[in-house]
Nanobody
Framework: QVQLVESGGGLVQAGASLRLSCAAS????????LGWFRQAPGKEREFAAGFNWNSGSTSYADSVKGRFTISRDSAKNTVYLQMNSLHAEDTAVYYC???????????????????WGQGTQVTVSS
C-alpha cells in the first residue's frame, strides 16, 4: 500500500503561480511513477504531469507543457507540481496518484494508477 497526502492548493488570479506537494508513504520502494491528475467541474479526470520514480523521466499533458514542472525530493518521498502562468482553465481538483510495479520501467505512464490522494482544489480567477 502507498499513502499519498497532497497540499498546496488555493485561490489565485490568472497569471499567478502555485506549487502542489504530494508526500508518499508506505511501500514507496515499489513505486514506478507518481502523477498529477486534475478534474474540472463537469469534466473527466485527466492526466496533467507524471514522474518516473526510477529513471526521473517526466511527461506532461499538452495543455500544461511549458507552464507546469514536476519534480521530486527523494529524501522526503515527495513530488511537487510547480504551476506557473495559471489560466482560469486550470481550475480543478488536483489529485496525486501513484503506480507501483516490480518491473523496472523508464517511461511515464498515463494510466494504471492504483493509489490516489484526497485531492486539493486549485481555483484560478480571471
Amino acid at each position: 500500500q502507498v499513502q499519498l497526502v497532497e497540499s498546496g492548493g488555493g485561490l489565485v488570479q490568472a497569471g499567478a503561480s502555485l506549487r502542489l506537494s504530494c508526500a508518499a508513504s508506505g511501500r514507496t520502494r515499489s513505486l514506478y511513477a507518481l502523477g498529477w491528475f486534475r478534474q474540472a467541474p463537469g469534466k473527466e479526470r485527466e492526466f496533467a504531469a507524471g514522474f518516473n520514480w526510477n529513471s526521473g523521466s517526466t511527461s506532461y499533458a499538452d495543455s500544461v507543457k511549458g507552464r507546469f514542472t514536476i519534480s521530486r525530493d527523494s529524501a522526503k518521498n515527495t513530488v511537487y507540481l510547480q504551476m506557473n502562468s495559471l489560466h482560469a482553465e486550470d481550475t480543478a481538483v488536483y489529485y496525486c496518484a501513484a503506480r507501483s510495479s516490480t518491473v523496472y520501467y523508464t517511461d511515464v505512464p498515463r494510466t494504471g494508477y492504483g493509489y490516489w490522494g484526497q485531492g486539493t482544489q486549485v481555483t484560478v480567477s480571471s
